[in-house]
């Protein structure tokens, strides 16, 4: 009688494992280890099948170069690889000790409209991103990443998935750096490219991701250590020496002087003086005359002030300042790819904290625009701070104005931490922006900005304004968006509501837990697509 089926299967994998043992490559590491490759493969065609190597110009060149051991060890090691997941190999490819074969999901994958995802682009970030974590957990620190048929995403997984904040740490503590290379060795066909594009492709990616990291970077950062003053200062020293970069730090008498009572009233409060960042970005060759207006909150600790929040998860809102880092995070990335654009970033920073100096629920300030506030709610201050940043930026005569803010909890409610809510007036500006999240994988999502929620902030006793829709909690983010609307008479406008999307649990598989820094990478296209389409009328 015949043997069944799954008896024979495993009979052919121990012979296949014995012959690899024999020619002494085998799954076991017998070496130091001095260098690593990510290497990517696709989803075999059907349930059952073997992974094809051929169908992966990288895999079919280190399966030849393997004499086809590769493609051997993967009938076995290979099996039910899913998008996103990874195997260690050692000693099996010549010239590295260990190889991450990483699954790139099923070939072919192009836009999902129903993700609204350039899903082949993000399965190559989640499988590299698994494949360099894999092999930096059993030692390795220099890897050789395959580029996946698309370089910029492939370095994107790769240098999100190494950001660690462990600066604070005992040094034994902290993650060993990990370098990464863009693997070309097996280039030499049309169908790859040319090693110069697939570099260049590379370099985007990774000016992407370290813009992002930069951002996330900021966000971890404990409160103590990153105060309103101790940020500026941290912006300067990251952007000294840039030519094509200006920083500009506003003190509180500068502040005072420009009349942002909104401003001030939040940041009286605190010990902590505030300060007003300003950072201007435009590369030499750049024809446009006016900047693209980035605004972002600022707020280094929220405590919420007199109207305090649970004491429960209060340390996360170190992270309050959250816009504020991801837009410095989006003009590192510029000036590092020398976009053609023309930028102009507002930070208002201060903290927000009980004190006797502090403001109570049913104070009335007047705002920069000359409105008046009644404030019945000091936990809602980044509207605070932002109606006179926005106010302010007009000055400038923007093209359009970007704000983001982890400013409300309802839209985490809302959405979630899948994308990130945007109210815009212009359609044809958030157009451009959904794409530029499609490209990304860092989705936006458009809110609704009616006045049916104007008339909820509009409707306050003592004042122009509440800072809080007389609803309440309901459509908490819309009321917020509503209310920063009054600041802003410009055309093109849109609000950024990150607080969703602020934290990553297990959500991006390509970022680790922790401060995500999104929607950085969306930002960066967006800056791009838009300068793009200003340079060429």
């Known amino acids: 009688m015949a043997a069944p089926l799954n008896i024979v299967r495993s009979k052919c994998r121990l012979q296949i494992l014995h012959h690899?043992?024999?020619?002494?490559?085998?799954?076991?590491?017998?070496?130091?280890?001095?260098?690593?490759?990510?290497?990517?493969?696709?989803?075999?065609?059907?349930?059952?099948?073997?992974?094809?190597?051929?169908?992966?110009?990288?895999?079919?060149?280190?399966?030849?170069?393997?004499?086809?051991?590769?493609?051997?060890?993967?009938?076995?090691?290979?099996?039910?690889?899913?998008?996103?997941?990874?195997?260690?190999?050692?000693?099996?490819?010549?010239?590295?000790?260990?190889?991450?074969?990483?699954?790139?999901?099923?070939?072919?994958?192009?836009?999902?409209?129903?993700?609204?995802?350039?899903?082949?682009?993000?399965?190559?970030?989640?499988?590299?991103?698994?494949?360099?974590?894999?092999?930096?957990?059993?030692?390795?620190?220099?890897?050789?990443?395959?580029?996946?048929?698309?370089?910029?995403?492939?370095?994107?997984?790769?240098?999100?998935?190494?950001?660690?904040?462990?600066?604070?740490?005992?040094?034994?503590?902290?993650?060993?750096?990990?370098?990464l290379t863009c693997l070309t060795s097996h280039v030499g066909s049309s169908e790859v490219g040319s090693v110069d594009r697939i570099k260049a492709l590379w370099a985007r990616g990774k000016a992407k991701a370290e813009g992002q990291n930069f951002a996330r970077h900021l966000m971890e950062m404990p409160s103590n250590k990153l105060t309103p003053r101790l940020f500026a200062e941290k912006v300067q020293e990251k952007f000294s020496g840039r030519q094509?970069?200006?920083?500009?730090?506003?003190?509180?008498?500068?502040?005072?002087?420009?009349?942002?009572?909104?401003?001030?009233?939040?940041?009286?409060?605190?010990?902590?003086?505030?300060?007003?960042?300003?950072?201007?970005?435009?590369?030499?060759?750049?024809?446009?005359?006016?900047?693209?207006?980035?605004?972002?909150?600022?707020?280094?600790?929220?405590?919420?002030?007199?109207?305090?929040?649970?004491?429960?998860?209060?340390?996360?809102?170190?992270?309050?300042?959250?816009?504020?880092?991801?837009?410095?995070g989006s003009i590192l990335a510029a000036d590092n790819m020398e976009l053609n654009t023309y930028l102009h970033a507002f930070i208002p920073m201060t903290d927000n904290m009980p004190s006797g100096h502090a403001i109570k629920p049913g104070d009335v300030v007047t705002a920069r625009s000359g409105k008046t506030i009644q404030i019945d709610n000091t936990d809602?201050?980044?509207?605070?701070?932002?109606?006179?940043?926005?106010?302010?930026?007009?000055?400038?005569?923007?093209?359009?104005?970007?704000?983001?803010?982890?400013l409300t909890g309802a839209i985490d409610v809302a959405l979630g931490a899948a994308v990130t809510g945007v109210y815009a007036t212009n359609t044809d500006t958030f157009n451009i922006l959904q794409k530029a999240g499609t490209r990304t994988g860092d989705r936006v999502w458009r809110m609704p900005l009616l006045k049916h929620y104007t008339k909820q902030v509009t409707d306050s006793k003592l004042a122009d304004l509440n800072n809080i829709g007389k609803a309440g909690r309901s459509g908490g983010s819309c009321t917020a968006a509503a209310f920063l609307k009054e600041f802003v008479t410009h055309s093109d406008w849109m609000h950024l509501d990150i607080a969703g999307v602020m934290e990553n649990k297990d959500d991006v598989p390509y970022l680790n837990k922790g401060m995500a820094g999104r929607p950085t990478r969306t930002i960066i296209e967006f800056i791009e697509m838009v300068s793009k389409s200003e340079g060429s009328h």
């Open 20 to 179: 690899f043992c024999q020619n002494k490559r085998s799954f076991y590491c017998s070496g130091i280890l001095n260098k690593g490759l990510v290497l990517g493969v696709y989803e075999p065609e059907t349930k059952d099948g073997a992974i094809d190597v051929t169908s992966s110009p990288s895999a079919a060149h280190f399966n030849s170069l393997s004499e086809g051991q590769l493609a051997k060890v993967l009938q076995v090691a290979g099996r039910d690889l899913k998008a996103g997941s990874s195997r260690t190999l050692f000693s099996v490819i010549p010239g590295y000790d260990t190889t991450a074969i990483c699954c790139l999901g099923k070939k072919g994958a192009k836009f999902n409209e129903a993700e609204q995802i350039e899903e082949g682009w993000d399965n190559i970030r989640a499988a590299v991103a698994g494949g360099v974590r894999a092999l930096r957990s059993v030692g390795e620190v220099e890897l050789e990443v395959d580029p996946c048929l698309m370089a910029e995403a492939a370095a994107e997984g790769g240098y999100l998935a190494l950001f660690e904040y462990d600066e604070l740490k005992d040094p034994e503590k902290r993650k060993k750096p990990v370098n």
């Open 244 to 328: 094509n970069v200006k920083v500009v730090v506003r003190d509180k008498k500068w502040i005072e002087g420009e009349k942002m009572n909104s401003f001030l009233a939040v940041a009286q409060g605190s010990n902590e003086p505030p300060y007003f960042l300003e950072v201007v970005y435009k590369h030499p060759h750049c024809k446009m005359d006016k900047p693209l207006a980035l605004v972002g909150k600022g707020i280094t600790f929220d405590s919420g002030g007199i109207s305090i929040k649970p004491s429960a998860n209060m340390d996360l809102m170190r992270a309050d300042m959250g816009g504020g880092a991801c837009i410095l």
């Open 380 to 406: 809602a201050e980044g509207r605070l701070i932002l109606a006179d940043a926005l106010n302010y930026a007009e000055t400038v005569n923007p093209l359009l104005i970007l704000d983001m803010a982890t």
